[in-house]
């Protein structure tokens, strides 16, 4: 066997398992998924019927939950994602200061990240709850007697809230990152031409931020959309369906009402959305990129 043969068996053989995990684990499901959009199914019966697109009719015509939901998981993604890159890129620039503390705050800031969400919604559904009861009996301040999970609108600011606390600290790092590879020559020369500090960071700064810009961007989309644990542990999408995202709805019509086809069809019009989503924002996010 020659040389050249040799290396594409070696490939082959390296890859195959990796192929073969992702294939059982992604995209087998994922067609099945397809297949079960058309169909009646419990997920117990071993009898599945062909009813063609009626699950889709129902998800768009007989009721307007799903719509809801949809609603919902795009306020909650929109917010999250300004929020989440705004204050990241603000507390970024802080921490690539030569200040005593960066590093310890750096620290801090990732910690909440590197924690389940489910625990940190747990974590956070005691302060709303035990927590800010506590201290508005020392303090008395109104603002920590409103009932944050159980107001509608409180809640989606709250669920908003955590999620960020949780993610902040991810951000954060890539924009450190992005804001380390930023040459120094290049702000000097801005120095000497008289440039402000305002000037150079959204002239010369923010431009060169891209690449970051546009991660952190996907990242936080991504992330906003499939948003699950943080509301399954506050506040179970109450009260009243407030704080009902798409993936819950999914995860509920298919595993505990036993609705697999309507289910598999929701999941399937919400991979569509996200697609088209991701490619509008990396599209947008690349097209603003600078290079020097």
Request: charged share 15%; aromatic share 14%.
């Amino acid at each position: 066997m020659n040389r050249k043969r040799l290396e594409k068996v070696e490939t082959f053989l390296f890859t195959m398992p990796a192929a073969i995990l992702v294939s059982v684990m992604i995209y087998i499901p994922f067609v099945m998924s397809a297949v079960y959009s058309l169909t009646e199914w419990n997920g117990i019966s071993k009898a599945v019927t062909f009813i063609g697109i009626e699950n889709f009719k129902t998800i768009f015509l007989e009721s307007k939950q799903f719509l809801n939901v949809l609603i919902f998981t795009g306020k909650y993604t929109a917010l999250f994602m300004i929020l989440s890159n705004v204050l990241a890129l603000v507390l970024a620039v802080v921490l690539v200061k030569k200040i005593k503390t960066a590093n310890i705050l750096r620290g801090v800031f990732f910690v909440p990240y590197i924690m389940s969400m489910t625990i940190v919604g747990f974590i956070w559904k005691f302060i709303f709850s035990q927590g800010f009861a506590r201290l508005f009996e020392i303090s008395e301040w109104g603002l920590l007697n409103l009932s944050w999970l159980g107001n509608g609108d409180l809640a989606f600011y709250s669920v908003v809230f955590v999620g960020v606390w949780q993610q902040l600290g991810f951000y954060i790092v890539l924009y450190i990152a992005g804001l380390q590879a930023v040459p120094e020559d290049v702000l000097e020369a801005a120095t000497v031409d008289g440039a402000s500090k305002v000037k150079r960071f959204f002239r010369i700064t923010l431009p060169l931020l891209g690449p970051s810009i546009t991660i952190c961007l996907f990242m936080s989309l991504t992330n906003g959309l499939k948003v699950f644990d943080i509301i399954l542990a506050l506040t179970k999408g109450g009260p009243g369906g407030a704080t009902y995202s798409a993936t819950l709805d999914i995860y509920r019509e298919a595993f505990q009402y036993n609705n697999y086809g309507i289910g598999s069809a929701k999941a399937l019009i919400f991979f569509v959305i996200i697609l088209i989503l991701t490619q509008l924002v990396l599209g947008f996010s690349r097209r603003n990129e600078v290079e020097l």
